[in-house]
């Protein structure tokens, strides 16, 4: 079911077919033991199940060498530096993609779409809330994730031009 896997020191990201799965691991030195929050992302009214294209490939390979039968070994598995989801939505494209140390995901729209039919659906999460800076906070029961104030914009003669977004 998992079409791209990314991992990060606390987190694994799984990319499906018609959702996200974010895999949270958090350690207590304290108790010598480690807890795991999953979250699940999904575009509410998505349209079908859209394709995945691997975007960038980098100059890493990655190599899963699990097991004692190596016919079982999956080697030599390219590298990406984004996910595109074509036609999420009449229009709307889903690419995800790193920056730094954070996941990072965006919309492309068309012109003509409708971006105030983009919602999200999140499931793991035990409560849902705004900060005074238009953040998302999302509470799990080993934390907290933060999600940064949306930011929209089109290009309009080769410049970014702001567009007023919020969660």
Avoid at 97 to 120: C, H, K, N, T
Avoid at 130 to 146: F, K, M, S
């Amino acid at each position: 079911e998992v079409e791209f896997l990314a991992r990060g020191r606390q987190c694994t990201l799984l990319l499906q077919r018609g959702e996200a799965v974010l895999v949270l691991r958090t350690s207590s030195r304290k108790h010598r033991a480690t807890s795991t929050a999953t979250l699940r992302m999904k575009l509410e009214g998505a349209t079908g199940c859209p394709t995945a294209e691997a975007l960038r490939e980098l100059p890493g390979q990655v190599n899963y060498l699990l097991g004692d039968d190596p016919a079982q070994w999956r080697t030599s598995i390219p590298t990406y530096a984004q996910v595109r989801y074509a036609g999420v939505r009449p229009g709307v494209d889903l690419v995800y993609y790193g920056s730094g140390r954070q996941l990072e995901y965006d919309f492309i729209l068309q012109p003509q779409a409708r971006p105030e039919e983009i919602r999200l659906h999140l499931d793991g999460a035990e409560r849902l809330e705004l900060d005074e800076t238009g953040e998302l906070v999302v509470h799990l029961a080993q934390g907290n994730l933060r999600w940064h104030k949306p930011f929209a914009y089109q290009v309009i003669d080769g410049q970014r031009r702001e567009v007023p977004s919020s969660f």
